[in-house]
């Protein structure tokens, strides 16, 4: 039985957000509110569970922007900053329900959350600090409540990043290398979502026809394209120019897959 899903992009944007500080360039002074982008990370939500991909820096203000009350448990992409900075920040969720955050992520990922996060994992702690329970996780399988969860191992230049699929969903960010025998995975999902900063070469990220030519191969039926920079352009003229099953995402966004 396939678990209906409702996904909210909580943000789209690249590690400096949009508008970026100081930047007066026409994406970052758009009135258009699609332009305006927080740092990227999702909140997947069946009936009966509620899961968020990424804490950014901005963890808190997601959560009050969505009127979240609740969440089961995080997955970690990989441990840049501006995917884990806002971990701090599940403390509310802490004293609401008097339970550990359960923290889902790869031994890489975990090790910075551990490092970063110190005084969360210490012997003696300080009251009030998060209170969190690591789990490690490989590309194995698993089940969060209700929620069918298959990591997918892609590569942020040299960097081992996971994407997930979730039933029919499929999320991807921060990657510029997706092989074969995890692209078959994906393969065909109702909704494919993945990274594309900008219409120039970068080092470790899918620029715009990369992520176009590659969400052709993979053929979903819809594809979304999320972690995007001031420097791809206005939100309404590069998504007049992509194919038709193509769009950006944009903060808000709500989608549903079954």
């Given at each position: ?198 219409k120039e070469k970068h080092i470790s990220h899918f620029t715009l026809d990369e992520a176009t030519q590659l969400a052709q191969v993979l053929q979903a039926q ?37």
């Amino acid at each position: 039985m396939i678990t209906p899903l409702k996904i909210t992009f909580l943000g789209t944007g690249t590690s400096s957000g949009v508008p970026m500080i100081g930047c007066n360039c026409m994406v970052c002074t758009s009135r258009n509110t699609k332009d305006k982008r927080l740092r990227s990370s999702i909140l997947v939500q069946s009936a009966t569970t509620t899961i968020v991909v990424d804490t950014t820096p901005d963890f808190r203000y997601q959560m009050l922007c969505t009127n979240t009350k609740h969440v089961d448990a995080i997955l970690f992409t990989h441990p840049h900053k501006d995917h884990i900075a806002g971990l701090d920040d599940v403390r509310a969720f802490n004293f609401l329900t008097n339970q550990p955050m359960q923290l889902y992520a790869n031994s890489l990922t975990a090790e910075a959350l551990r490092r970063d996060f110190y005084y969360a994992f210490s012997d003696k702690k300080y009251p009030g600090v998060p209170n969190l329970n690591i789990h490690i996780i490989d590309t194995n399988s698993f089940f969060i409540g209700d929620i069918p969860i298959q990591p997918i191992l892609v590569w942020h230049l040299n960097m081992p990043v996971f994407g997930y699929k979730f039933g029919n969903f499929t999320y991807i960010t921060d990657a510029n290398r997706i092989d074969e025998k995890e692209q078959k995975l994906i393969s065909n999902s109702t909704i494919l979502v993945l990274n594309a900063l900008r219409k120039e070469k970068h080092i470790s990220h899918f620029t715009l026809d990369e992520a176009t030519q590659l969400a052709q191969v993979l053929q979903a039926q819809k594809t979304y394209f999320t972690h995007i920079s001031h420097q791809l352009g206005l939100y309404n003229e590069i998504n007049n120019s992509l194919p038709k099953n193509i769009e950006l995402a944009y903060d808000g966004l709500v989608v549903e897959v079954s």
